[in-house]
């Protein structure tokens, strides 16, 4: 470990709290605390002569003595600390303004305020963690379902790094025999190495493009399934919705960067966060202006992960959902037949004979529901899942990755691999082997941060919250 200077920041929220947790990291961090902490009979405590691990109870005071707060101060020494370093937290009243005095006076007895995602960074310089645990931990402040959540703490735990490493090991190894063999061949024949070479580096590529693959459903994890809700007027579209929020104390966000004509709206069903997408513009007009509108609406419908076609089961079925159904064939879509309480006009059978009779889907699933009720959810979050994740979604054993930066990286590494294969192939030359090998290790090594620019390391940590 280098020397660093010693920072703090305020950890905790900037609204006002029960408590506010201060947090300072480095060599001094002992001592700068020490310099403004009292017990109760108004001696210094001297966290330089405590046992690490400990909590101590006392007073906060300024130079000129005055009381600051009541507070309790943990003490972490390095190694088994946040950043690896020693930590302190002092954990003072809630509200800003106490935090914020506190942490004035830290800085006048020596420490720095911290850079958002200094502590982070640091954990990551000390090798506590690799890049990509280092970007779960933001995932999982930011998470805001249970799979998301669930996700970014696997990666946390360093699943990621573990997988990643294990690949460019076996790309090591063959780097290591080749650049021996082609050092001595006289005693390290390449023979059969071209052949064992391809099976090495088609068995790398499927792994890569296995987690690729995976990151797909990443998105889906993390920013929601893009979910389109379609419908003639009336069969209960807006009473799905509420009985959705109803049902699930579902957070809605604005979605930043959408514009008032195509309003977007993130929700939950269960575990599982719904990305939806606003189809108003979906109306059968003439107005040019809607006309443009309804090109919008189409265009969102088709880069949609995920249909729900709305039918009102209580009245017979129309051209009207006729033509719905023309906006949405090929597409995954659940059916969702609505007002499941009400006397049924038709059943499944009738509708498989009519509306879809010979309509082809990506998938297509049809389920009863009732907004009215909300008989039916947790049968539609189930069919959700398994649709959208094919039940692989298990967390146990299988890596998500939701990063771009990441996904960026695995898709490199994988061209990488697959430029090599060919290259066999062909029957190229085997010296001309590591400059391909040597780009697929590079490029997974970004994932866990062995090969990154400062600059860019310095960017990942720049997103991050302030006293993290
Ligand atoms: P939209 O035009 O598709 O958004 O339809 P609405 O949500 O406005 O619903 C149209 C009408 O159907 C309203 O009067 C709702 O109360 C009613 N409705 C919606 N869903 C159900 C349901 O599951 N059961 C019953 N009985 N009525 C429903």
Redesign the pocket.
């Known amino acids: 470990m280098f020397y660093q200077e010693t920072i703090a920041a305020i950890a905790t929220s900037s609204k006002n709290g029960s408590i506010s947790i201060l947090r300072i990291s480095g060599e001094e961090a002992c001592r700068t605390v020490s310099r403004i902490f009292y017990n109760g009979k108004g001696e210094r405590i001297d966290l330089c002569s405590c046992k690490t691990h400990t909590i101590h109870y006392g007073f906060i005071k300024n130079r000129q003595n005055e009381l600051l707060d009541e507070v309790l101060v943990l003490l972490m020494r390095a190694p088994r600390s946040y950043t690896a370093e020693d930590v302190v937290e002092i954990h003072c009243h809630g509200g800003f303004l106490i935090a914020q005095t506190i942490l004035e006076e830290l800085v006048r007895e020596g420490a720095r305020i911290a850079e958002p995602g200094e502590f982070t960074k640091r954990a990551f310089l000390n090798g506590r963690l690799d890049l990509s645990q280092a970007e779960a931990v933001m995932d999982v402040i930011q998470a805001e379902s249970q799979l998301t959540l669930k996700n970014s703490l696997t990666q946390l735990r360093g699943d990621v790094r573990e997988k990643i490493n294990t690949l460019r090991e076996m790309i090591l190894e063959d780097t290591a025999f080749l650049e021996a063999a082609l050092d001595d061949p006289e005693h390290i024949p390449l023979n059969d190495f071209p052949e064992t070479m391809r099976e090495h580096t088609r068995i790398l590529r499927r792994e890569v493009e296995h987690l690729l693959e995976n990151s797909r459903n990443g998105r889906r994890i993390k920013e929601g399934i893009r979910t389109a809700i379609v ?13 959705i929020l109803r049902e699930n104390r579902a957070i809605v966000t604005d979605i930043p960067g959408t514009t008032r004509d195509t309003l977007e709206e993130e929700m939950l069903i269960g575990s599982t966060l719904l990305h939806m997408i606003d189809t108003a513009g979906l109306r059968n007009t003439g107005d040019a202006i809607e006309k443009i509108g309804m090109d919008k609406t189409r265009e969102a419908i088709r880069g949609a992960d995920l249909i729900l076609c ?1 039918l ?1 089961t ?1 009245m017979p079925l129309t051209q009207e959902d006729r033509d719905v159904l023309g906006e949405i064939e090929g597409l995954p879509v659940i059916f969702v037949l ?5 006397d049924p006009a038709w059943g499944e059978r009738e509708l498989m004979d009519t509306l879809l009779s010979g309509a082809q889907f990506e998938e297509r699933e049809i389920l009863s ?5 909300g008989a039916g959810l947790p049968e539609l979050e189930a069919c959700i899942k398994s649709l959208m994740f094919r039940d692989k979604v298990s967390f146990n054993d299988d890596i998500y990755i939701t990063n771009a930066r990441q996904k960026q990286a695995l898709a490199d590494a994988a061209e990488s691999l697959r430029q090599l294969e060919q290259s066999i192939e062909e029957g190229v030359p085997e010296d001309l082997y590591s400059i391909d090998l040597y780009n697929a290790y590079e490029s997974l090594g970004k994932i866990v941060g062995e090969t990154v620019e400062d600059d860019i390391i310095d960017k990942i940590f720049r997103d991050f919250c302030m006293g993290k």
Do not use: E, M, Q
């Open positions: 419908g003639k007027p009336n069969v209960g579209k807006s009473s799905f919705l509420n009985c709305i009102d209580s609505n007002k499941s309480d009400l529901f009732s907004a009215r009720t």
